[in-house]
């Protein structure tokens, strides 16, 4: 290992962060309260401008197809805002119409839908119920009334006198004629009479052929008079019949029309129900004998709803959907948007000895529905879960009708015959919530989905970290304590919960827009507040509720650093090796992120231009990843020729790494490893690096900077804190960083640095001591003794079929990384290896 040398102290000083630079700390005097509870709560939306703006426009498009997408992440409160758009908008909307369904007298298999005014549904099937129920009173009482039995009896009497005097001209006629006849149920009989008795066969047989003959026509003449008797007769009942029957339309009549008289009139203007009362008038009168008797059959309690008071079922009216008069349009959200709940259904239920049977007081009103008139917000994912329920949304919205189908009609699964309610027609808007890849594929894939939500808004990730979003992010806590009774919080706690929602977001400059993730950590300070029996919730209790919710996650973070601390993953933090360097990554494990060390080593050696990758040769590396590899070989042909490059053959890994990663955040660190291999110049392991490159050297931000810092500090710390340690990121990172407390503290005092570069030469310097010697002299070469000349240099040597001896160092042997083995402490297979993001 070279000594330290002035220039790279000099750059090491230039390129030096201050503590002050790694973090952004929010003074509490830029919020004008001592506690929450002094601020009014309020309803407001702040930091979404744009999802604002496309909100507002959705909602106030009549044209049809401007339904509304809420793009964005989860917990980012995208169906809060809306809703609470929809909810102010709708108290200023006038309330939609109620929708019932009646019995279809003319096709009892298509039941009717009327609309009322709002809150008329209710009171308009009431009043039907009381009016039936008062017809049928009022029929038993006309039909068992005194005068009614009179003047059925007097037609009853009149048509059997009329009877009697018909068949008794008749026998009287038939005696005439020497006849007699007999009346039974099979008809009327006749027979000759001798001496005023009927002729026996013997005396019928002892006549002359004339007399048999006379005999013959004198009865045919008879059985004429007969059936003309006979027809007289029938006439005579029918029309006592229609007397009866005309007498009990009168009684019915006067029982029923009266009764009805005030509904025609309050509904006067209302074409379809004045023709549905006729109808029930019409079929009262006509169904009058159902309500003659007060008796009803036997059933069992299950199904009495069915086949119990038959007469007035058909009457009653279902009031599928109900709004309140005084509260404006609909906001109904559906949490669970299969078919029947999205578009309605028929119920059925089971009959004595089997079977199923439905009327229309079974219909039920799906989510669209109950909506029409206002507004119905869905989550597209859950949706998607429903594809009937999605096809069903796009047909309703499409024509503009919601009709309730049996699912296995609508879809052919069998032929049934049921009921087929008349279609409701429909204006509303629809909300779906999703995220912004959802909304794309369907965009493009589904013309009927780009053709009715041509509306996107786009919920931001974050928003500008200013006064007055400070502001409003203490407007939303108060407005939580408020909602779930918490604690007041002071202007400390609420600007350390500012500082974590930059932290959220991995920038100085904005705050997080993730209102779930922001409240969450609210309510545990709460929590720890309350446990300390406090007045108010502190910083001191946010720090806590933060540093406890990163402890409950984080048994793989410290079993990983237990193991790096005893050896079982190597990493070294104090010494220089050629050819090494702490490269960093970031482990995802959902909850919690974390980053660590790795060593990333490079051997070299003539060859024909191969640069092997072990992680990209044994398919364990992302795509982001080997496009970041297959910069560095750009990089160095064009810092040092094509020729010379195709003389090399290097090999670059990960060790102990053993599951997938990606990323292109070690591209510069690998690169590092190369000129330092090539170079033959140790590499500093007290510092690590992360940072991607472009092919012409410039060093580029990456993500989790934060995270790689404070995971190569706690490895440091826990082996000692030296005061040479530190770590070297892209200068274009620093904003994005958001260190804890304790790596403020470490680099305030000294203890640990952090250093941005811009360029790979400034890395290269910082990394082994050696200037990088980025330019060429007058002759074309890099300054003698740079790290550009040296690995010109050795490439040149490769490219003549020669190895140098290597100067300033005695030849190293690398050895293939260590086997593991399971170590007092640790579990006896490697730790977990979740995603990581290098």
């Known amino acids: 290992m070279t000594s330290s040398t002035p220039p790279r102290d000099n750059l090491r000083e230039t390129l030096h962060l201050t503590a002050a630079e790694a973090t952004a700390p929010f003074d509490p ?4 309260f001592e506690t929450t509870d002094t601020l009014p709560v309020l309803d407001a939306v702040f930091g979404q401008e744009r999802a604002v703006r496309a909100i507002e426009f959705a909602l106030g498009m009549d044209a049809p197809g401007y339904h509304l997408f809420a793009s964005g992440p989860d917990g980012f409160g995208k169906q809060t805002i809306v809703t609470s758009f929809l909810r102010r908008r709708a108290q200023a909307t006038q309330p939609p119409l ?23 549904g209710p009171r308009f099937a009431r009043a039907i119920e009381e009016a039936v129920a008062a017809a049928a009173r009022e029929i038993r009482t006309a039909f068992d009334s005194d005068d009614y039995v009179r003047r059925r009896q007097a037609i009853a009497e009149a048509v059997d006198h009329e009877r009697n005097g ?4 008749l026998q009287n006629r038939a005696q005439e004629m020497g006849f007699g006849l007999q009346f039974g149920p099979a008809g009327i009989a006749s027979a000759p009479l001798v001496d005023g008795k009927p002729i026996t066969e013997e005396q019928f047989a002892a006549l002359g052929e004339p007399e048999r003959q006379k005999l013959q026509e004198q009865r045919h003449n008879l059985e004429q008079q007969v ?19 005309a007498l009990d339309e009168d009684v019915a009549a006067f029982a029923v029309d009266h009764l009805f008289q005030p509904l025609s009139e309050q509904y006067g203007q209302d074409v379809e129900v004045q023709e549905y009362l006729e109808a029930v008038r019409a079929d009262l009168r006509r169904e009058r004998d159902r309500f003659r008797s007060e008796t009803q059959p036997a059933v069992p309690p299950g199904l009495a709803s069915l086949v119990q008071a038959p007469a007035t079922r058909r009457y009653e009216v279902n009031a599928v959907v109900t709004n309140d008069p005084q509260r404006g349009a609909p906001v109904i959200t559906e949490a669970h948007p299969t078919y029947q709940n999205l578009i309605g259904r028929v119920e059925y ?32 994912r859950d949706l998607l879960a429903n594809q009937m329920a999605l096809d069903g949304l796009k047909r309703a919205l499409t024509f503009g009708t919601v009709a309730i189908e049996n699912l296995a009609e609508t879809y052919g699964l069998m032929p049934t015959v049921g009921l087929r309610p008349e279609p409701v027609p429909l204006n509303l808007k629809v909300v779906l919530v999703g995220e912004a890849y959802l909304y794309s594929l369907l965009y493009r894939y589904d013309p009927d989905f780009r053709q009715l939500f041509r509306v996107k808004a786009e919920f931001e990730v974050d928003f500008p970290r200013t006064k007055e979003n400070a502001q409003g992010l203490a407007s939303v806590v108060r407005s939580e304590c408020a909602r779930s009774g918490l604690l007041p919080f002071t202007n400390t706690a609420l600007a350390r919960l500012i500082e974590h929602s930059s932290r959220m977001v991995a920038d100085q400059r904005r705050l997080s827009a993730n209102m779930a993730g922001f409240l969450d950590v609210a309510r545990q300070a709460d929590y720890w507040a309350q446990n300390e029996s406090a007045a108010s919730v502190t910083g001191a209790h946010v720090e806590r509720a933060i540093e406890e919710t990163v402890y409950r996650s984080a048994l793989v973070r410290d079993r990983v650093m237990e193991a790096m601390n005893d050896g079982s993953i190597r990493v070294e933090t104090t010494g220089a090796r050629s050819g090494q360097i702490n490269a960093l990554s970031v482990y995802d494990l959902g909850d919690i992120s974390f980053g660590r060390p790795s060593r990333v080593t490079c051997v070299v050696s003539p060859g024909n231009g191969t640069m092997v990758m072990v992680e990209r040769d044994s398919d364990m590396a992302g795509r982001i990843h080997n496009k970041g590899f297959l910069i560095l070989r750009g990089l160095l042909a064009d810092r040092f020729g094509q020729d010379r490059a195709g003389a090399l053959h290097a090999s670059l890994t990960f060790e102990q790494l053993y599951g997938e990663i990606d990323g292109d955040s070690a591209s510069s660190t690998e690169t590092y490893a190369l000129l330092s291999a090539l170079a033959e110049a140790p590499v500093e392991q007290q510092i690590a690096v992360t940072g991607s490159v472009d092919q012409l050297g410039n ?15 706690d490895i440091c710390r826990v082996r000692g804190l030296t005061g040479t340690q530190g770590v070297m990121l892209p200068r274009s990172n620093v904003p994005n960083l958001m260190l804890r407390s304790d790596v403020l503290k470490a680099i305030e005092a000294g203890q640990f640095h952090l250093w941005a570069v811009d360029r790979i030469e400034e890395g290269i310097e910082v990394l082994t001591g050696v200037p990088a010697g980025g330019t060429r002299g007058a002759d074309g070469r890099y300054p003698e003794g740079s790290i550009f000349r040296r690995v010109e240099d050795r490439l040149e040597a490769f490219a003549r079929g020669r190895t140098p001896q290597p100067t300033g160092e005695a030849p190293r042997i690398v050895l293939p990384p260590p086997t593991w083995r399971p170590t007092p402490g640790i579990p006896p297979a490697p730790p977990p290896e979740p995603p990581v993001s290098v």
């Open 29 to 32: 005097s830029w919020l004008s």
């Open 699 to 713: 060093i580029q931000p990456i993500g989790g900077a934060t995270e790689k810092i404070e995971g190569f500090f």
């Open 98 to 120: 109620d929708w019932v369904y009646v019995h279809n007298f003319a096709r009892p298999d298509y039941p009717q839908a009327i609309s009322l005014p709002p809150g008329e």
């Open 166 to 169: 018909l068949l008794e001209g």
């Open 349 to 380: 239920q089971s009959q004595p000895g089997g079977g199923l049977a439905t009327d229309h007081t079974m219909i039920r009103a799906g989510a669209l529905m109950k909506a029409n008139g206002g507004y119905l917000v869905l989550r597209l």
């Open 227 to 245: 059936q003309e008797t006979l027809l007289q007769v029938r006439a005579a009942e029918r029309a006592s019949n229609q007397r009866a029957n």
